[in-house]
């Protein structure tokens, strides 16, 4: 058995195999990164042949990653890969892979963005016309007149 990986003071052990879905789950491609199913199924070298294996390992990712240990890991591999564009481009992808607490790092991410000014932050402003048919304050209707030449006599003094 291999020996298990301490993560910062007084934080539980990692075991091998809990090491190497961390590694591969921040650091792996596109297919892994954020992705706990396909991670943990490279890791434990899961048959997807066997019935029922694909949804065991996603049951099971889904239970490391709700662990302590693992979320502690996570956080400390994803830290010391520093605030690139390229780690933040996985935070983003990370985000969307995951069901913690979104809200606080995607507006960390957007202040990201928008300090390195990769966002465009700029206001469209939509006018719309003005209704062919107005209700006046009593609820009658006022017709649109303002296209057409006024036809009406005016009374002259």
Do not use: W
Request: hydrophobic share 30%; aromatic share 8%; proline share 3%.
């Amino acid at each position: 058995m291999g020996t298990a990986k301490k993560i910062k003071d007084n934080a539980p052990l990692l075991n091998p195999k809990h090491e190497a879905f961390c590694q591969l789950y921040v650091n792996g491609d596109k297919e892994f990164f954020g992705n706990g199913t396909q991670t943990y199924i490279e890791t434990y070298d899961i048959d997807l042949n066997k019935k029922g294996a694909y949804n065991s390992a996603r049951v099971n990712a889904s239970q490391l990653l709700t662990k302590t240990n693992i979320v502690s890991r996570l956080n400390e591999l994803l830290e010391t890969g520093g605030f690139t564009n390229e780690n933040v481009d996985k935070q983003h992808l990370f985000l969307i892979n995951q069901h913690a607490d979104l809200k606080t790092k995607l507006g960390a991410i957007r202040e990201f963005n928008s300090l390195k000014k990769r966002v465009d932050q700029t206001t469209i402003t939509v006018v719309l016309p003005e209704p062919i048919i107005k209700l006046d304050d009593y609820g009658d209707i006022q017709r649109n007149n303002s296209n057409k030449e006024d036809n009406s006599i005016k009374k002259e003094d």
